[in-house]
């Protein structure tokens, strides 16, 4: 398996080919899911005692089992939080796995985590965290999270009152379903301020001032979202951050899909406070443009950090040694093994600049009014709300739940678009209603309108 021989140099070279043709192609089909049953009817047996040769199973993967999933790069595929990595960015995902470059430490990955914290520096600037701020890459929001809020309750457990208490946090119902995920993997209670639009500063000392004695001990940190996943909503951080610092709190942001639009200067404005945050999600997998799996989080005071998810081990001592000094990512976040998911980024920061990125984040912005002009203009559509950063709410006049589903699997099922329903509660009940994500700035106004078309 690990020798180089003719049919590896063949393979490699049908697989280059492949990646040339993914990423010079303009156009591509927006795939359609099969039952497992219907793929394992097509393919057959793949996994066998003997193998069924390389080049079968790539030409079965070229064949039907890649036309089964749904890019998450398509112009059309505006549903949940679609990505839309640079050409830079995907050929240079290959060249990390090339690479096997283990980015757990400096002594293995030097070469590797440098180029991962020259583009966390540029993420960090960002939001205006004081000098002393850094972060790490991880695989995800979720995990960014999970790193923050250990953190943040290992540091409350300092207190010896404190080292055998379970731990309260505090967000809003309209943060990601990965914030309340995480409390449960981290074993913390979580408290839920009843609020679909933002989360305001008066709010939440409502809510703290309502706990019971025993609660407001156990309460160590509040979560902010800066850019609701649902639609695009940013919470009042000035008001939050400084509730957090009167009452002892720590303070984390999760902007893992709203955090691109810190590089925007038409709405930087609208996340003032995000600088006195403790933590910060933002996932560059989502707004920065960079293939999957890639999140970050960052501290205000990353040595925290260090104390609570430093592993200790005989086979790790080495890396404690003076000649392997440097930085280590696994000391920042809950993975030990992990690839250098930040090398892609760097990449293509490094190819286009950050002004290239600046200029591709705002055109998402201007989707989302253009997208919302043309359903105010639209007899049969009407806004849910004002477009927040790149998320659009909107209601079909006359439609049910079930309109709305049928909807998403009829334009699915032609290979047309990705659009899926979601619910807002118009204050009376909770409502299906339609929703667009803008973050490819390949999307055109032409593909706007002719999935706004396909409703009347």
Known sequence: MHKIDI??????????????????ETEHQIGKPKKAEELKAIVGETITAKGVGGE????????????????????RNLAFVPASPTRAAIMFDLITSASSIHGAYWME????????NEAMRWIVSLTGLPKGAFGVFTSGGTAANLSAIVTAREYWRE????????????????????????????????????????????????????????????LFA??????????????????????????????????????????????????IGIEKADSITIDPHKWMFSPYDCGAV??????????AHSQQGSYLDIFKDEGAHGFNPSDYQIQLT??????????????????????????????????????????????????????VLFRRLGWENKDYTEWTYENHRKGFALVTPTKWNNGERFEAVSRFCFINPDTTENDIRLILDTMI
């Open 56 to 75: 079968y199973a790539f030409n079965l993967w070229k064949e039907h089992l890649s036309k089964a999933n749904v890019p998450v790069d398509h112009p």
């Open 222 to 271: 509040v979560v902010a979202t800066g850019g609701t996943t649902n639609a695009g909503i940013i919470d009042d951080l000035d008001g939050v951050a400084n509730i957090c610092e009167k009452e002892n709190l720590w303070f984390h942001v999760d902007a893992a899909y709203g955090g691109g639009a810190l590089a925007a200067d038409s709405v930087r404005h609208l996340f």
């Open 109 to 116: 990955g030097a070469g590797g985590i440098f180029c991962e």
């Open 338 to 391: 992990r690839r250098v998911r930040g090398l892609p980024l760097w990449f293509s920061l490094a190819t286009h600049g950050t002004d290239r990125f600046k200029e591709a984040i705002e055109r998402g912005l201007e989707l989302a009014q253009i997208a919302g002009k043309m359903i105010e203009a639209h007899p049969d559509l009407e806004l849910v709300r004002a477009p927040s950063l790149s998320c």
């Open 159 to 218: 207190n010896p009152e404190y080292k055998r208490k379970k731990g309260l946090i505090i967000t809003s119902t309209g943060a990601h379903s990965s914030v309340k995920a995480m409390a449960k993997v981290a074993d913390v209670d979580i408290l839920l301020v009843e609020s679909e639009e933002r989360l305001e500063g008066k709010d939440l000392q409502k809510t703290i001032d309502s706990l019971t004695e025993h609660q407001r001990k156990c």
């Open 7 to 24: 049919e590896l140099i063949e393979m490699t070279l049908d697989v280059m080919k492949y990646v040339i043709g993914r990423v010079s």
């Open 298 to 307: 960052i501290y205000k005071n990353p040595e925290l950090a260090k104390k």
